[in-house]
């Protein structure tokens, strides 16, 4: 029950902050996310896995990491609310730390396809009260390509 008022309450702040912010449907190659207008993503150069990063208005980053061996984002539960949730028709772990802007807010998939070897992560570290619920808001909108 504790859950579903905090996920309720999340929405309706992030809704009533974001309601004018002005979004667009960003194409990544591997995957599509309507990310802030005043947000920029870019591709970076990955070894073994496809990685960037996306930089908010104020400079803060966003990194991202489609590949096998992805950050699992393996957060403190003491200092980090970490909760399960369907995006894309797929299971997702979401991590944001208790105190905003001390710790790391994200989104991890254990496996984007049948054979469970691609994984996913898209985070940021010491975010502000404001991107920290933005980048809640826009991974919601995450639409993987096959």
């Known amino acids: 029950m504790k859950r579903l008022i905090f996920i309720f309450l999340a929405i309706s702040l992030i809704s ?9 449907v960003v194409d990544v190659e591997k995957f599509t996310i309507q990310l802030p207008k005043t947000w920029n993503a870019s591709i970076q150069q990955g070894y073994d896995s496809f990685v960037g ?9 966003i990194t991202f990491d489609l590949g ?23 299971k997702a772990k979401s991590v944001r730390p208790k105190n905003f802007g001390q710790g790391t807010t994200g989104v991890y998939f254990d496996s984007l396809e049948v054979t469970k070897s691609n994984k996913f992560q898209m985070s940021g570290n010491n975010l502000s009260s404001y991107n920290q619920k933005l980048l809640l808001k826009v991974v919601g909108s995450l639409e993987f390509k096959d």
């Open 53 to 61: 990063q996306i930089e908010t208005k104020d400079n803060q980053v």
């Open 16 to 24: 009533c902050e974001t309601e004018n912010a002005g979004f667009e």
């Open 68 to 90: 096998w061996y992805s950050d699992r984002l393996d957060v403190d539960p003491a200092e980090h609310d970490i909760n399960l949730m369907i995006i894309d028709n797929k």
